[in-house]
C-alpha cells in the first residue's frame, strides 16, 4: 500500500527487474531524465501520506531531484506555470478542482509536454484504458506493494512506459487474467497504416500522439484501430492494448 513506503529498504534496486507492470519504449523517451541538472517532479494529490510515500520512493530512485507537491488542480497548475521544464508528473485522478478524465484533459491541453503518471485507487481496465487515450506514460495503482511502485517509477524514469498487468489482462472484475488473442489464421492482413497505429499503441503513444505521428485525424485513427482489432480478433481495447505491446512494446505481459 501507498501509506507503508517508509518501511522499504533504500538500498539501489536494479533497474528493469521482472514484476506486475508492463514495460516498453515511449516515443518521447528523450523527457525521461535531463542530461545534467536535477530531475523536476510534481506530486499532485490530495492526501498528505501519498504524497510523502511517492516522494520517499522518488528521493531513494534519484539523489538530484526537486519534488514540487500540490493538493490540488489550481495548485499544480500554478506549479507548472512556474516550472514549464518540469520532467514528471505523478497526479491522482481525482483532488480538488480535477474530475478524473476531465482534468486529465485540461492538463494536457494547458501543458501538453510534461509527462504523467496516474496514481490512483481505480483498478478497473476502463480507467486505465481512458488514461492511456488521455496520453499518460504510467499508471500506479495505489493498492500496488511498495517494491511494484519502485520498479514503475525505475521505468518511467528510463524512458518507458509502464501500466499495471493484472489490470490490464483482466477484461472484467474476477476474471482470470488473459492470454494474448490469436489474429484469425484465415483473416484479412492488416494494411500498413493499421500496422503502424498498433505498433505505436504498444510504444506507449496516446490516440493524440499517433495521430500528429500518422499525419491524420484522431477519428481516423480510432478507425483503423477499431479495424485492426476486428482483423486480430481483439474484443476490446484491454485486449488491443496488451496485444500490442505484447508484439510491438518488447513486454512480455504474459509472464513474470
Not at 539523489?63 to 507548472?80: G, P, V
Not at 474530475?99 to 480507467?127: I, N, Q, Y
Request: hydrophobic share 40%; glycine share 8%.
Amino acid at each position: 500500500m501507498l501509506n507503508s513506503f517508509e518501511s522499504v529498504d533504500p538500498k539501489p534496486r536494479r533497474r528493469g527487474g521482472a514484476g506486475d507492470f508492463d514495460r516498453a519504449p515511449r516515443p518521447d523517451a528523450s523527457r525521461a531524465v535531463p542530461a545534467g541538472g536535477r530531475l523536476k517532479v510534481v506530486i499532485a494529490d490530495d492526501h498528505w501520506m501519498v504524497r510523502q510515500s511517492l516522494k520517499q520512493v522518488m528521493q531513494r530512485l534519484e539523489q538530484t531531484i526537486e519534488i514540487y507537491e500540490a493538493e490540488s488542480f489550481a495548485e499544480a497548475a500554478e506549479t507548472l506555470e512556474r516550472h514549464p521544464d518540469v520532467d514528471l508528473m505523478l497526479v491522482d485522478l481525482v483532488m480538488p478542482g480535477f474530475e478524473a478524465f476531465a482534468g486529465l484533459r485540461r492538463l494536457r491541453k494547458e501543458f501538453p509536454t510534461v509527462p504523467l503518471v496516474v496514481v490512483s485507487v481505480h483498478e478497473d481496465v476502463e480507467h486505465v484504458m481512458r488514461s492511456v487515450e488521455h496520453g499518460v506514460i504510467g499508471y500506479i495503482p495505489k493498492s500496488a506493494g511498495a517494491p511494484e511502485v519502485e520498479r514503475a517509477l525505475e521505468r518511467v524514469l528510463a524512458g518507458e512506459v509502464s501500466f499495471p498487468r493484472r489490470i490490464i489482462e483482466r477484461s472484467a472484475p474476477g476474471a482470470p487474467a488473459a492470454a494474448t488473442p490469436e489474429p484469425a489464421s484465415d483473416g484479412p492482413a492488416l494494411t500498413e497504416r493499421e500496422r503502424e497505429v498498433m505498433e505505436l499503441l504498444g510504444r506507449g503513444a496516446s490516440v493524440r500522439k499517433i495521430a500528429e505521428a500518422c499525419g491524420v485525424a484522431e477519428q481516423t485513427v480510432r478507425v483503423h484501430l477499431r479495424n485492426a482489432m476486428k482483423k486480430l480478433n481483439l474484443p476490446d481495447r484491454s485486449a488491443a492494448l496488451h496485444y500490442a505491446m505484447s508484439l510491438f512494446g518488447g513486454a512480455n505481459p504474459g509472464r513474470g
